[in-house]
């Protein structure tokens, strides 16, 4: 008995040395839970808590006034921008600083206290079809929380009416939505390839040859990255033929531009992964971080099904880190708005400093690999 106990202990310093030497088994045995409930608690929390609305009132009275207060007071909706003329509403919407716009006409007060509907007009930017529809249900229903007299303050049985009118998606069709946000998610593929190329060439010993040669770490890194540059873009084109010829999306934007900018954002994915490929060994490991790190958190958190939430810096810092939440904006801003190179800088760049960023960190630590 004493010697299968002292067996069994020798066992189990084993494993611990061995669990503790590795760092891939010490993540998955010991942090991954951590990590996997962090992320899996902003996953299925998330909702949609604050919608960005601008107001322009024409009826300028104290009515009117109280009507937006009975819309805000609760923050689901946040007033941005309270706006001075209709022609500001259009930019606002283009440059996606806000969900809706409701305009207030004038006389609102005298309508509404001489017994008849009042009418006012929401702008939904229904690029973001799930928002849109949100941000529709909600303003009705304060509407009607408003003429029932909310906050002490009675007025006439009378209905606001609120006429909606859907930019960029008409229909607030959530597949026209969907289909260009989702292409943030399927043109990962080309990532993954690369991922599991740099690591094929560890397990099966090539590497080492490679590093005999005259090719330069450089030389090699990059060569890699841009011939999976290349191909992504073949996929992206293709892809891009699917949304429009089968789902039916609809494409207003310059396809050179789009084109660029998906190069950017393979630049951002894929510098990442050359970073990641360095301190992993197996095919399946480097597929499993790609997994955690960029797929899963790219189809909740970077505001592909719902918009990215303002309510926590720790959120909003998680979403921005994603190379997936700016590829979501460019993408919806090509396809649905139009945009062009000018309007869609922010992201741009973004994705550039992730890539380079990443692309100097991967050479370094290879070279230190290869030293």
């Not at 008995?1 to 760092?23: F, T, Y």
């Not at 934007?253 to 900018?261: I, S």
Request: include cysteine.
């Amino acid at each position: 008995m004493g010697r299968s106990l002292r067996r069994l202990a020798a066992i189990i310093r084993k494993e611990m040395v061995h669990i503790v030497r590795d760092p891939r088994n010490l993540f998955l045995v010991t942090f991954s839970p951590a990590f996997l409930l962090f992320l899996l608690s902003y996953i299925f929390s998330y909702e949609i808590s604050q919608l960005r609305l601008a107001v322009l009132d024409l009826d300028r009275g104290p009515l009117s006034r109280h009507y937006v207060a009975t819309l805000t007071n609760d923050q689901d909706f946040v007033l941005t921008y309270t706006l001075n003329q209709y022609g500001e509403i259009e930019p606002l919407l283009v440059e996606g600083q806000i969900d809706a716009a409701l305009v207030i006409p004038p006389g609102f007060a005298g309508t509404i206290y001489s017994g008849h509907p009042a009418q006012v007009r929401a702008i939904i930017d229904g690029s973001d079809a799930f928002a849109g529809s949100q941000a529709i249900a909600s303003l009705e229903a304060k509407s009607a929380k408003f003429v029932a007299g909310a906050g002490g303050v009675s007025v006439a049985a009378a209905p606001i009416q609120v006429r909606t009118q859907a930019r960029y998606n008409a229909g607030l069709k959530s597949q026209v939505s969907m289909v260009p946000g989702l292409l943030s998610i399927v043109l990962l593929m080309p990532t993954m390839a690369l991922a599991l190329a740099l690591t094929r060439e560890k397990e099966s010993g090539t590497l080492e040859g490679l590093i005999a040669t005259p090719v330069l770490a450089f030389e090699y890194l990059i060569g890699k990255l841009l011939a999976y540059i290349g191909m992504g873009l073949v996929s992206a084109f293709l892809a891009l033929l699917v949304a429009v010829l089968w789902f039916k999306v609809p494409f207003r934007g310059n396809l050179a531009v789009y084109m660029l900018l998906t190069a950017d954002y393979f630049l951002a994915c894929m510098g990442a992964t050359i970073l990641i490929a360095n301190f992993v060994k197996s095919q399946q490991t480097a597929l499993f971080i790609v997994l955690l790190v960029f797929v899963v958190p790219s189809f909740f958190l970077a505001g592909l099904i719902t918009p990215i939430s303002t309510e926590s810096l720790g959120s909003q810092l998680t979403s921005l880190t994603l190379p997936g939440t700016h590829f979501v904006e460019i993408s919806r801003g090509v396809f649905l708005k139009g945009l062009g190179l000018a309007t869609l800088v922010r992201p741009a760049l973004i994705l550039l400093g992730m890539g380079l960023g990443a692309i100097v960190l991967g050479l370094f630590s290879f070279k230190k690999k290869v030293a």
